[in-house]
T-cell receptor, first 112, second 113 residues
Framework: EDQVTQSPEALRLQEGESSSLNCSYT??????LFWYRQDPGKGPEFLFT???AGEEKEKERLKATLTKKESFLHITAPKPEDSATYLC?????????????FGKGTKLSVIP | DGGITQSPKYLFRKEGQNVTLSCEQN?????MYWYRQDPGQGLRLIYY???????QKGDIAEGYSVSREKKESFPLTVTSAQKNPTAFYLC????????????FGQGTRLTVV
């Protein structure tokens, strides 16, 4: 069974304190790994897609990396507006299937 | 503006009633999906459709039904058979193919009263 595990469940950072969120996965065949940001009461907002080990993507203070077993979302010098739940999802190989399997998310709080 | 529109934002259901959640997209996406989100849980797939007039069950389809009569629309009906329907429901759409990210609507919060 495909599994996606995110850690930690919750993270509190001081403004400017850099850190990383982890997404580990056990899947039969990875097609792609996706990171989303979700604000309370809203739908997830797409951030990044990663496909192959060693790949990196950056957007403002966020950088996502991928290895064969996990992905990291690095947050550099976070600001309070980065507070949100960050979701990781995988797309796996299968006959004609494109749906995503999600982890439970990491709730990030950035304190001024 | 292209996007996915879910309505209503809040919905209240009496026990024993069926209710239908609307999802419309103007992104010209072929695939559409319904997810359920509960506190402390990841998003769980209810149903998905990759083409008009065709859809497949996801991991938690019991007590739900869908239709896909138009490319733009994928309504979800929560039936009285769904024993614990209170949740946040999210609709998404994507192009079909490898590495195609899904885009989400703003969600419908359903509460049983």
């Amino acid at each position: 069974e495909d599994q996606v595990t995110q850690s930690p469940e919750a993270l509190r950072l001081q403004e400017g304190e850099s850190s990383s969120l982890n997404c580990s996965y056990t899947v039969s065949g990875l097609r792609g790994l996706f990171w989303y940001r979700q604000d309370p009461g809203k739908g997830p907002e797409f951030l990044f897609t990663l496909y192959s080990a060693g790949e990196e993507k950056e957007k403002e203070r966020l950088k996502a990396t991928l290895t064969k077993k996990e992905s990291f979302l690095h947050i550099t010098a976070p600001k309070p507006e980065d507070s949100a739940t960050y979701l990781c999802a995988v797309q796996v190989s299968g006959a004609g299937s494109y749906q995503l399997t999600f982890g439970k998310g990491t709730k990030l709080s950035v304190i001024p | 503006d292209g996007g996915i529109t879910q309505s209503p934002k809040y919905l209240f259901r009496k026990e024993g009633q069926n209710v239908t959640l609307s999802c419309e997209q103007n992104l010209n996406h072929d695939a559409m999906y319904w997810y359920r989100q509960d506190p402390g849980q990841g998003l769980r797939l209810i149903y998905y459709s990759q083409i008009v007039n065709d859809f497949q069950k996801g991991d938690i389809a019991e007590g739900y039904s869908v239709s896909r009569e138009k490319k733009e629309s994928f309504p979800l009906t929560v039936t009285s058979a769904q024993k614990n329907p209170t949740a946040f429901y999210l609709c998404a759409s994507s192009f079909t193919g490898v590495m195609t990210e899904a885009f989400f609507g703003q969600g419908t919060r359903l509460t049983v009263v």
